[in-house]
Structure formats: C-alpha cells, structure tokens
C-alpha cells in the first residue's frame, strides 16, 4: 500500500516539520510532494514541497527569520540558502551550486574555444517566468470563500484545522497530507545529515480525506467534491488536470473531463502569466503531443493558440504525409530537447503554413512561411508573457527552422549561419530541425546534417563578435589618431567582416594595417 511503505524526505523538508512542532505548533507536508514523495518521485526540488500548519503567518515567520511575506494567502517564503544557513548546514555551498546540465547535441568539450555567450547558458534557468525555484513555501491553514472572477477566493479566512485546508484543493491526489513523529524529527542532526532521508512506515502518518491514495493508485485525477464546483472557482484548474495527466502519466476521470469541456470558455478570465506556466510545464512533460490532443479535445486549446488549429486538414505533399496539425504534434513528440521554449518553437515552426498554402502545378507550396511564422510565432510569445529572451529565442529557432546545407559551402558562410542563429542556439536549431525530420516520418538526421555539424564544431575557436577580433577601438584610437564617434564604429565594422571571412587575419598588426587602407 502506498500509505505503508518506507518514504524518502529531503533533510530540508524534514527541518521545516521540525522547526514548526518544536515550537508546538502543527506541522504537515501537504500537496504534490506528499503525491510524489508516495510514487517514489526522485530528485524533488524546494519549489515542490509544501507545508501547512496552525501557525498564523506572523508565528511563522517569527521562527524562520529569514523569509519573505508579499500576499493575502497566508503563505510565508523561506528562500533554500536562508533555511540551509538556519540548519548550519555543512556542505550548503556545494548544495546551492549543484546545477543539472543538458547533453548537447553538438557535444562542446570537442571544441577549442568555448564561446563566452555557450557558457552564459549553462548558468540561466530554463523559464524565467516563475519566482525563484529554490523557495519553501509554508502556509496557514486556510478556508476560501467564493471566487467571482474564477481566479482567485473573494475572502480567504484562517482555517480551524487540516481538514479545512484539504477540503479546498483542488485534486484528490492534491488532497494528501504526511505528519512525521516528533520524537523522529528530534534525533536528526540537521547539520550532517544525509541530504535525503528515509522514513519508516511506523515514523509518520499519510492523512487521506478524499480517497487519494486509492485514485493515485488507480491512476487516476479526480477534483474533490463537485468538478464544476472546483473549475468555476478557479478556471486555471481544468489546465492543471491536463498537466498533471501528462507529468504523471494518469487518466482524467470521466465526469471531471467531462466539466473540463463544459466549463473552458472560463479559462478566458485566467491571466496568460498563469496559463503559460502550466502550459510550458506541459511541453516539458514526457507527452507533450498528448497534452496538446487533451486541450484540442477539451475545448481549451483555442484559448490559448488558437493559430495551432488552423492547420487542420491543409495537405503538405512532397515527404509530408500528414496534414500541418498533425505534423506540428508529431515533431513535439520527437523533439530531443527538455526545454519547454525549445519544444514550443518546434511545436510553432510551420505555424505559418496555413496562411502561406498555395498549389502550384497542383502541388502545394508554402513560400516564406518561415519568415512569416517567427512573425507569428513572435506575437504568440508576447501574448504567453514570455521573457524577451526567450521571445528572441521562438523568432530565431522558427525564422532559420528552414536551414539549408551543402558540401560546397564555405566555412564563412558557416560561420554566418552560426552567429545569424546565435551561437547559443545552435544545438536549440539542430534539435527542432531532428524533431522536424522525425515528425515527416524521416529519419532522425542525413549524412549531410551531420557533416554540417561537424563542421560547426570546428568553428568554434574562430571569432564570431567584434569583441573576438585581436583589436579594439582603443587600438585603433592609439595608431590611428581616431577618436570615438561613427567612423570608429564603422572601421570596427569592416574589419570584423573581414575576419568572419578570413580568420586567419585576425591579428593585431594585420588589422591595423587593413585599417589604414580603409581609412586611405
């Protein structure tokens, strides 16, 4: 049984229960961690823990100093580095360090030189969008009152006890809560201990009110109590039904898909910053294509991208053998990269067929439809609220999807290629184009692909910024008398053109004398 087995808790988790019963208070992991922490969920990230307890948020944040406290909800933030120097933990540097990294597809340790904007990537986040992934979350036991704008409770209340507080959630699955043993907490040294520690069946206590334990174990998601009670209170639920049957691979029961299709048009009240997290979570999960089938099949999808179901029924011939929807799906199935941006640019790449379909020679044809799909592309971006530097990024991977190759090309215009997409966009571009491929039911890669790759690696040392160039304009203001202004600017210019097409005259005295002739 779920409920009586050995369970795995991260140290940080278990000081937070700690901190809040010693100090007489109730203390409980709530919500998706108690879900995932029962299905043996590896690898849980301070983001997915959730606490809830009869502390009022001032008591709260009275035993947890550092903390932040910004909203009506009753929830107190504890950032991981201020909860790990309260535990005087140990190896906490090393910990808040730790960074998982991506294989890349053009694997960058071959190359002589990495690029300064390559290993600016590996240090962002994947989505910008949310708060900062390393915070516990702890809030009071809470009661809402109705939700006018199927949003957000109009008055939310202190609850008396748990029961209030699992009574509101949204999901049986959600509706979970685990309380360790006090005497068990005591005995950890939080200081030392393992990073993540086991708990025996006998150590703690899974409280079930609404048949949780039996739908996870049935696999399935059902809302607690009336479904279009819960989507009318708030509409962002029916999105998060979708996201979970994909995250955690579980059917939605029928009488709550069923109020998922009566109550989409709600989801016109949700703001996009909420949509687009659920969303992105959604292309991240390992059924992206299902997940996109569900909010067609709901009716939610065109709230959200209703330019994706245009591409219904319009042919593509040539090696295409499905129409531009079911392409678009297919290739979101087989795209290699986990990034959400990534997959979402795969999913948009030919977002523009629709409107670009003619028939020539009774074939059809689709010119520009790249260029007029990063357009798209771009403004459905915008409307997701995504960062401007993920914006850039959907423009790019669809504006250049249609890349071209050929054995007789020369390293120059490689390197063209190269620093039009972005150095840190290569590997991006080359997983769209492997999902584009697969999606068209061809295979993953061609031999010219390939070549093209390895040819990419061995630019990687050459300069592709005028800060890679062997001069600068202090060089040149001290040899050649200019001060700054345009002409500066523009001898910079010429001489980086010259070496993205030679580099081999990327040397100091070399430039200057080519300066000298383009002053002359």
Same mark, same amino acid.
């Given at each position: 049984?779920?409920?009586?087995?050995?369970?795995?808790?991260?140290?940080?988790?278990?000081?937070?229960?700690?901190?809040?019963?010693?100090?007489?208070?109730?203390?409980?992991?709530?919500?998706?961690?108690v879900?995932?922490?029962?299905?043996?969920?590896?690898?849980l990230?301070?983001?997915?823990?959730?606490?809830?307890?009869n502390?009022?948020?001032?008591?709260?944040?009275?035993?947890?100093?550092?903390?932040?406290?910004?909203?009506?909800?009753?929830?107190?933030g504890?950032?991981?580095?201020?909860?790990?120097?309260q535990?005087?933990?140990?190896?906490?540097?090393?910990?808040?360090?730790?960074?998982?990294?991506?294989?890349?597809?053009i694997d960058?340790?071959?190359?002589?030189?990495?690029?300064?904007?390559?290993q600016k990537?590996?240090l962002?986040?994947?989505?910008?969008?949310?708060?900062?992934k390393?915070?516990?979350?702890?809030?009071?036991?809470?009661s809402?009152g109705?939700?006018?704008?199927?949003?957000r409770?109009d008055?939310?209340?202190?609850g008396?006890?748990?029961?209030?507080?699992?009574?509101?959630?949204?999901?049986?699955?959600?509706?979970?809560?685990?309380?360790?043993?006090l005497?068990v907490?005591?005995?950890?040294?939080?200081?030392?201990?393992?990073d993540?520690?086991?708990?025996?069946?006998?150590?703690?206590?899974?409280?079930?009110?609404?048949?949780?334990? #039996?739908d996870?174990?049935n696999?399935v998601i059902?809302?607690?109590?009336?479904?279009?009670r819960?989507?009318?209170?708030?509409?962002?639920?029916?999105?998060?039904?979708?996201?979970?049957?994909?995250?955690?691979?579980?059917?939605?029961? =029928?009488?709550?898909?069923?109020a998922?299709?009566?109550?989409?048009?709600?989801?016109?009240?949700v703001?996009?910053?909420?949509?687009?997290?659920e969303?992105?979570?959604?292309?991240?999960?390992?059924?992206? =294509?299902?997940?996109i &089938?569900?909010?067609?099949?709901?009716?939610?999808?065109k709230?959200?991208?209703?330019?994706?179901?245009?591409?219904?029924?319009?042919?593509?011939?040539g090696?295409?053998?499905?129409?531009?929807?079911?392409?678009?799906?297919?290739?979101i199935?087989?795209?290699?990269?986990?990034?959400?941006?990534?997959?979402?640019?795969?999913?948009l790449?030919?977002i523009?067929?629709?409107?670009?379909?003619?028939?020539?020679? *009774?074939?059809?044809?689709?010119?520009?439809?790249?260029?007029?799909?990063?357009?798209?592309?771009?403004?459905?971006?915008?409307?997701? =609220? #995504?960062?401007?530097?993920?914006?850039?990024?959907?423009?790019?991977?669809?504006?250049y999807?249609?890349?071209?190759?050929?054995?007789?090309?020369t390293?120059?215009?490689?390197?063209?290629?190269?620093?039009k997409?972005g150095?840190?966009?290569?590997?991006?571009?080359?997983?769209?184009r492997?999902?584009?491929?697969?999606?068209?039911?061809?295979?993953?890669?061609?031999?010219?692909?390939e070549?093209?790759?390895?040819?990419?690696i061995?630019q990687?040392?050459?300069?592709?910024?005028?800060?890679?160039?062997?001069?600068?304009?202090?060089?040149?203001?001290?040899n050649?008398?200019?001060?700054?202004?345009p002409?500066?600017?523009?001898?910079?210019?010429?001489?980086?053109?010259?070496?993205?097409?030679?580099?081999?005259l *990327?040397?100091?005295?070399t430039?200057?004398?080519?300066?000298?002739? &383009?002053?002359?």
């Amino acid at each position: 049984m779920l409920e009586s087995q050995t369970i795995s808790v991260s140290v940080e988790a278990l000081y937070i229960l700690y901190v809040l019963q010693k100090n007489g208070f109730e203390g409980y992991m709530v919500g998706g961690a108690v879900r995932d922490t029962l299905i043996t969920v590896s690898s849980l990230s301070a983001a997915d823990y959730d606490f809830t307890t009869n502390a009022k948020p001032e008591q709260i944040q009275k035993i947890f100093p550092e903390h932040f406290y910004e909203n009506i909800y009753g929830t107190v933030g504890v950032a991981r580095e201020h909860l790990l120097e309260q535990m005087d933990r140990q190896n906490a540097s090393q910990l808040l360090e730790s960074a998982n990294r991506e294989k890349s597809v053009i694997d960058l340790d071959t190359a002589t030189k990495i690029h300064e904007s390559l290993q600016k990537k590996s240090l962002e986040s994947e989505n910008q969008q949310t708060q900062p992934k390393d915070i516990y979350e702890i809030t009071t036991f809470r009661s809402d009152g109705t939700y006018a704008d199927h949003r957000r409770p109009d008055q939310v209340t202190w609850g008396n006890s748990l029961k209030e507080d699992l009574d509101r959630r949204d999901f049986t699955i959600n509706a979970l809560a685990i309380q360790v043993k006090l005497s068990v907490l005591e005995k950890i040294n939080y200081s030392t201990a393992p990073d993540v520690i086991t708990i025996a069946p006998s150590d703690y206590t899974v409280i079930d009110l609404h048949d949780g334990i #039996l739908d996870l174990t049935n696999q399935v998601i059902k809302t607690v109590g009336d479904p279009n009670r819960r989507f009318s209170e708030d509409a962002l639920r029916m999105l998060r039904a979708i996201r979970f049957s994909v995250q955690l691979n579980m059917k939605i029961e =029928k009488s709550t898909f069923e109020a998922i299709v009566t109550n989409a048009q709600l989801l016109k009240h949700v703001s996009f910053e909420r949509i687009r997290d659920e969303f992105l979570k959604m292309l991240k999960s390992n059924f992206p =294509k299902e997940a996109i &089938l569900m909010l067609d099949e709901t009716g939610l999808l065109k709230y959200i991208l209703p330019e994706l179901l245009d591409g219904k029924g319009v042919n593509q011939g040539g090696h295409h053998t499905t129409d531009v929807w079911t392409h678009n799906l297919d290739a979101i199935a087989n795209c290699p990269s986990k990034d959400p941006i990534v997959r979402l640019a795969t999913l948009l790449h030919d977002i523009a067929k629709p409107h670009t379909y003619k028939e020539t020679d *009774n074939k059809p044809t689709f010119y520009n439809h790249e260029i007029i799909g990063s357009r798209i592309a771009k403004q459905i971006a915008q409307r997701l =609220k #995504l960062s401007k530097r993920d914006i850039e990024r959907i423009f790019l991977l669809v504006r250049y999807h249609m890349f071209y190759y050929q054995p007789e090309h020369t390293d120059a215009s490689i390197r063209r290629f190269m620093r039009k997409v972005g150095l840190e966009n290569i590997n991006d571009i080359l997983d769209l184009r492997e999902a584009d491929r697969l999606g068209s039911g061809a295979r993953k890669t061609s031999w010219r692909l390939e070549e093209m790759k390895e040819r990419m690696i061995a630019q990687l040392h050459q300069p592709f910024a005028i800060t890679d160039m062997a001069i600068n304009g202090h060089d040149l203001m001290d040899n050649l008398q200019l001060t700054p202004g345009p002409k500066l600017g523009e001898v910079l210019n010429k001489l980086f053109e010259l070496v993205l097409e030679n580099p081999e005259l *990327n040397t100091k005295a070399t430039l200057l004398t080519e300066a000298k002739k &383009l002053l002359s």
